[in-house]
């Protein structure tokens, strides 16, 4: 199973989707979602892609009741509205760039991302990190083993929510933890 959940966000023009590779090969599938690029979490819809006698094997598997109407119906018009995903795809992309270097600039490197979301270095704890900011009203994600020791998730919200957060992400990263060339001096956070 080959999951795609940030499908729609990619940017990068040497990507590929496995759907084709799904339709070929028998025991591949690929996993798509509702919840990330179409904001659609709270509905529970998603979907599989694969050859007919892959899906109808898995067909034996699901829940009697596992998609409501309304999760379809508005499933099925979200992807009509084309647009819609590419202003959300350009829309996450600027505002993922602009994160990303706010954050550079204060010493901390992030892993290249084609999501909504950054994975950075933050040189200290992530639950030191995360309950920093939760004083100043920023909620950041959980510990995602076996890097929690240095790095946080942080989720890509509005441009406006992002100002703010950058905003308590430096009073929260000490003053002089960057040197003038960028990278973060080998300084204690405590
Ligand atoms: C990589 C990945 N796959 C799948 C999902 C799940 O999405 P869904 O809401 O459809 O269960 C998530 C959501 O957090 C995710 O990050």
Redesign the pocket.
């Known amino acids: 199973m080959i999951?795609e959940?940030?499908h729609e966000y990619v940017t990068d023009p040497s990507y590929r989707s496995a759907v084709p590779l799904a339709l070929d090969t028998p025991n591949v599938l690929v996993?798509r979602?509702?919840?990330?690029a179409f904001g659609m979490?709270g509905m529970?819809v998603?979907y599989g892609i694969g050859r007919a006698e892959t899906m109808k094997a898995l067909a034996k598997l699901k829940m009697p009741y596992n998609v409501s109407v309304f999760g379809v119906a508005a499933a099925m018009a979200a992807l009509k509205d084309t647009a819609h995903m590419e202003t959300e795809r350009a829309r996450n992309t600027a505002v993922r760039d602009f994160t990303v270097k706010a954050l550079e600039e204060m010493g901390c490197k992030s892993a290249a991302s084609q999501g909504n979301f950054i994975f950075t270095d933050v040189g200290r704890p992530a639950k030191d990190f995360r309950d920093a900011c939760a004083k100043q009203g920023v909620i950041v994600g959980r510990d995602f083993p076996p890097f929690e020791k240095t790095h946080v998730r942080i989720s890509i919200g509005t441009m406006d929510e992002m100002r703010k957060a950058v905003a308590v992400f430096r009073s929260v990263t000490r003053p002089g933890t960057t040197s003038l060339d960028g990278r973060r001096q080998e300084e204690s956070w405590r």
């Open positions: 999951d959940a940030y996993a979602t509702f919840s990330k979490a529970r998603g």
